[in-house]
């Protein structure tokens, strides 16, 4: 069974503070995707990465799929209050069977 | 964002009685998924569509089944519902040339006493 495990669980930090949530495996995906919920709402789609070494930006937000296409990193610079939220990764296995593996989730705090 | 709607938003039912959840799209997509969310697993695959008829199992889908007789419409049934069985559950579309681009609904809140 693949896995992604997702770290850390959860985060508090002040406005204008930086951080990283990592996803990582021990399987190959053939792509990576990031999600962002708010409570009460279904997760919202920011970014698909399917390079091994691809980087996206979205705004303030850097995604990095690893060289091995195992991991998955998610840089926020100078968080903003708006940023709160929890944070899912997800992993498409090779095969292309549209069965996304999902990791637990960060929950993200941001203070004003 | 994609045209998905879930109902009913909110449910709260008994243990044993049957219920079915309705998941429905305006984007013509062709695959349809069924997740349920619960705090410390994340979200989890119960059963997929990859067109009219067409479904599969996913990752928990004992005491789940689905029908699909009609592009925009997916059901989720729960024939005997048990407490096991509350959860947020969410429904997601994505077009057949990209699988894993998943557009999520705005999920079903289910209790079951």
């Known amino acids: 069974t693949q896995l992604l495990e997702q770290s850390p669980q959860f985060l508090s930090i002040q406005e204008g503070e930086n951080l990283t949530v990592y996803c990582n495996s021990s399987?190959?995906?053939?792509?990576l995707q990031w999600y962002r919920q708010e409570p009460g709402e279904g997760p919202v789609l920011l970014v698909t990465v399917v390079t091994g070494g691809e980087v996206k930006k979205l705004k303030r937000l850097t995604f990095q799929f690893g060289d091995a296409r195992k991991d998955s990193s998610l840089h926020i610079t100078a968080a903003q209050p708006g940023d709160t939220g929890l944070y899912l990764c997800?992993?498409?296995?090779?095969?292309?069977?549209?069965?996304?593996?999902f990791g637990q989730g960060t929950t993200l705090q941001v203070k004003p | 964002d994609a045209g998905i709607t879930q109902s009913p938003r909110h449910k709260v039912t008994e243990t044993g009685t049957p219920v079915t959840l309705r998941c429905h799209q305006t984007e013509n997509h062709r695959y349809m998924y069924w997740y349920r969310q619960d705090p410390g697993h994340g979200l989890r695959l119960i059963h997929y569509?990859?067109?009219?008829?067409?479904?599969d199992k996913g990752e928990v889908s004992d005491g789940y089944s689905v029908s699909r007789s009609k592009t925009e419409d997916f059901l989720l049934t729960l024939e005997s519902a048990t407490s096991s069985q509350t959860s947020v559950y969410f429904c997601?579309?994505?077009?057949?040339?990209?699988?894993?681009?998943?557009?999520f609904g705005p999920g079903t809140r289910l209790t079951v006493l």
């Open positions: 399987s190959v995906f053939s792509s």
């Open positions: 997601a579309i994505s077009p057949a040339g990209a699988k894993d681009t998943q557009y």
């Open positions: 997800a992993g498409a296995p090779s095969g292309n069977t549209g069965k996304l593996i």
């Open positions: 569509s990859y067109g009219v008829k067409d479904t």
